[in-house]
């Protein structure tokens, strides 16, 4: 089970329930393949020098939804209608600049990258949840 993700940029706030989150780490590295003197070539071929520039790209991908609040669950939200949470999380998206994202007991600096909703169709009037796809690097701005 994952837990769940709240969004928080000046005083709106959205949580979000998660299917899957995907955290990747991504090195930047420089391969770097000195020639070699033809006296060599007996040899064999030489390995390869790795420079490693200690940048490291932290991301998640999250899969989930938003729903209107039921019970404790997404209390602190600034909305507890599904419509006005959707509405919420597209303003924090276009926005722009970075937020705080609480997931798992950890507060981390974040810009989103992407973000796709998703509604379905349901046999009520009344949209009860919307599917997020989200694309998330944790940074700050410059």
Do not use: C
Request: aromatic fraction near 6%.
């Amino acid at each position: 089970m994952t837990s769940d993700i709240t969004l928080t940029k000046g005083s709106t706030v959205v949580t979000l329930f998660t299917i899957s989150v995907d955290e990747t780490f991504t090195k930047t590295l420089i391969t770097i393949s000195p020639p070699q003197s033809r006296q060599g070539w007996t040899n064999g071929p030489k390995d390869s020098k790795i420079v490693d520039l200690l940048r490291i790209a932290h991301r998640f991908e999250i899969d989930g939804f938003i729903a209107a609040t039921e019970g404790t669950y997404g209390q602190s939200d600034t909305s507890s209608t599904v419509a006005g949470k959707r509405t919420n999380l597209i303003s924090i998206f276009n926005g722009g600049g970075t937020l705080t994202m609480a997931y798992s007991g950890t507060n981390y600096t974040v810009n989103i990258e992407k973000l796709s909703v998703k509604e379905t169709a349901e046999d009520s009037s009344t949209v009860t949840k919307l599917d997020l796809k989200m694309s998330i690097i944790v940074g700050v701005d410059i």
